[in-house]
Structures are given as C-alpha cells and as structure tokens.
C-alpha cells in the first residue's frame, strides 16, 4: 500500500473535495486525516505548522499551485462512471477522459490545493501466451 501525504491550506475545505469524489475518513488526529478510495490513500495535513516555520516547506508553502511536478495516479473501477460523476461535481477537470498508448484509460483534476491527480484504469488486459 501507498499513502501519498498532501499539506492543504484548509483542511475542512480539502476533506469535503475528496469525500465528494468518493474518498472516505479512515482516521483523524488533530489536523491530519487519512481517506480512502478503495486501496487508495491520501493523507490530508494542515499547513499551519509548516507556515508558521521552521519547516523544509516554509519557504514554499505560499506558492499555488502545490505539488508543481507531480502527478498522482489512482486506479478506480468504471473510469468512465466515475468520471460522468466528477463532471457532475464541477470540479476543475485539467484533461478530459480518454484513451492512452500505454493501454490504459484516464482523466486529470486539480484539487482545491492545486494538486494534480490521474485517475485511471487499464484498457482490456492482453493475454500473455507462453512460447
């Protein structure tokens, strides 16, 4: 399992964001929370204590959109469901669903944060035949 952790500058705001999109609270502690889609985790963290300083991120933390370089992939079942329902939720849609070379399906959003995230599922799995 992976757990990708995101510093976001309102956490009530950022919860709401993915709990639309399906993401379910599995724990909280204070100003960080874990949700879940299916295997997939993100945690949540409040950037208070990384404004305020001293932090790695300080001198970042201000710059929008966060995660600049970094795209986060989650697999889902039903990509073309899933995302009529994304659409559906007026969320800012950086790439439209489509079809990839490399044999899988996928759309693109950004979160409140400005966080870039793939979600995918693979096209008809090829059988492998043995020589």
Not at 34 to 43: E, P, S, T
Not at 66 to 75: A, C, D, F, M, Q
Not at 83 to 109: C, E, H, M, N, S
């Amino acid at each position: 399992m992976t757990k990708i952790e995101l510093f976001v500058s309102d956490l009530a705001r950022s919860r709401a964001w993915y709990e639309a999109l399906g993401f379910r609270l599995v724990r909280e502690y204070g100003d960080w929370q874990m949700l879940a889609l299916g295997d997939n985790i993100i945690d949540l963290q409040g950037d208070g204590h990384a404004t305020a300083g001293p932090h790695y991120f300080t001198p970042e933390i201000g710059r929008f959109p966060r995660g600049t370089g970094v795209e986060i992939s989650i697999e889902v079942e039903a990509i073309d469901e899933f995302y009529a329902r994304v659409r559906g939720l007026g969320v800012d849609i950086v790439k439209p669903i489509q079809d990839r070379p490399w044999k899988a399906r996928d759309f693109r959003v950004a979160d409140p944060d400005g966080y870039f995230l793939r979600f995918t599922t693979p096209l008809r799995r090829e059988r492998v035949v043995d020589a």
